[in-house]
């Protein structure tokens, strides 16, 4: 069973360009989250999906950022007119239910 | 508001030493409290989850406990080898983790 996986691992942007970062739960798995770990901070929750549905968004910046987990596919977050203070670990996580989850290896995002 | 507090931030300890993480929350309300692990660079590694009905839980060489009451998580490692150098990040809720801000641990050969 494979774990969570992301891509890409590493991605780069100018400023103003677009970042979309995918996440495929674990096998199984219907609960997507997605976390932020900004450089010197902690990791912080940003939303919480279920297939189709945006269950909490609270941690959400609520401009650019968005996010989505279509009846097909990978999650997507989608972070539109990089700035450079949006360099971060992305990390998503899935769970079968609201159980224990279980991270991917992250997206490290750089903004040029 | 929900807040994690992990003290220290960094513990050197030699190797073969038992030694205990701490971690404490202010809504003692909290429906489940995992464990992880994070190596430089790396995603996190799940290493146990309490849930609110639960006093511990035990996976090889590690213990966590949890006491709701206080506020208070501690996760054991016994025996503790370089290979256990990592961040240790405690996290609460349910849907929504709140994370402390880890305690990074140096095992000395």
């Known amino acids: 069973n494979a774990g969570v996986m992301q891509n890409p691992r590493h991605l780069v942007r100018r400023r103003g360009q677009e970042a979309r970062l995918r996440c495929s739960p674990m096998?199984?798995?219907?609960?997507v989250y997605w976390y932020r770990q900004l450089p010197e901070e902690g990791l912080k929750f940003m939303v919480y999906?279920?297939?189709?549905?945006?269950?909490?968004e609270s941690g959400m910046p609520k401009e650019r950022f968005s996010a989505e987990f279509p009846k097909e596919g990978p999650s997507i977050l989608r972070i539109q007119q990089v700035v450079r203070g949006d360099s971060a670990a992305y990390f998503c996580a899935s769970s079968p239910f609201e159980q224990a989850q279980y991270f991917g290896p992250g997206t490290r995002l750089l903004v040029l | 508001k929900q807040e994690v507090t992990q003290i220290p931030a960094a513990l050197s300890v030699p190797e073969g030493e038992n030694l205990v993480l701490n971690c404490s929350f202010t809504d003692s309300a909290i429906y489940n409290l995992q464990w992880f692990r994070q190596d430089p660079g790396k995603g996190l590694t799940s290493l146990l989850l309490i849930q609110s009905s639960q006093r511990e839980q035990t996976s090889g060489r590690l213990n966590a406990s949890l006491d709701k009451s206080s506020g208070r998580s501690t996760l054991y490692i016994a025996a503790s080898q370089p290979g256990d150098s990592a961040t240790y990040l405690c996290a609460v809720g349910n849907s929504k983790l709140t994370f402390g801000k880890g305690i990074t641990l140096s095992v000395r050969p």
């Open positions: 999906l279920q297939k189709e549905n945006i269950i909490d």
């Open positions: 096998k199984g798995h219907s609960h």
